[in-house]
């Protein structure tokens, strides 16, 4: 009897060991794709702000996205997201992270939070962030999955042309969707010695990708930097 309760004891710790070990090895092969994507997919195109290289490897990106597109992850390409939006390629989170040159004690308010990736990844760096997503399903989605995770990010469901004046002003704003102007608001919005980065052109058609700065005189100077195709800026219906 006493052999026999041993080695059910033996049995189940075996057992519990094999159900636990795919989990464990899903984890694991999950931190080395991240890893592989910040050194081929960042570090090797000249990403090197350190706080956003840091947060890259650290946010498990197959976490916000679909179930279906986990697989594709960490792959260097943008993932549908549902609704007819898309996760940006890891690469252009990181580059449009880097422009802003976030710091540890920045607000930063994200226009476009889609699945809350960009909003992770500012979030591991900044003191604060400030979210909004005008398509409710992907903003209660993404308002559960961030706020489980993170203490400092706040999302709110609106339309994003006219930010988030209550908590303005911010030391950058990252815009996610391409929009046919810069929106006065959130360049008023934009705190002196601040940036904004914002896609800017037609829908579903090359866009430029502007970087927005505001110098301490509280002028205002744009720059083009690279064509990006991003998904159009979504606007409330008058």
Known sequence: MKNYLLLTIFSLTILASAIMMPANTFADDQQRERTRMVRDQIRARGISHEGTIKAM???????YVPGTQRRFAYDDR???????????????????????DPREDHTVLEIGTGSGYQAAILGEIVDEVYTIEIIRELGTQARRRLESAYDNVHVKIADGYYGWEEHAPFDAIVVTAAADHIPPPLIDQLKKGG??????GSPFQTQQLMLVEKNEDGETSTRGLMPVRFVPFEREEE
């Open 57 to 63: 490897e650290e946010v498990p990106r197959h976490l």
């Open 195 to 200: 940036k904004m980065i914002i896609p800017v």
């Open 78 to 100: 943008p993932l549908a997201i549902g609704h007819g939006q898309t996760i940006s390629q890891p690469f252009i989170v990181a580059y449009m992270t880097e422009l802003v």
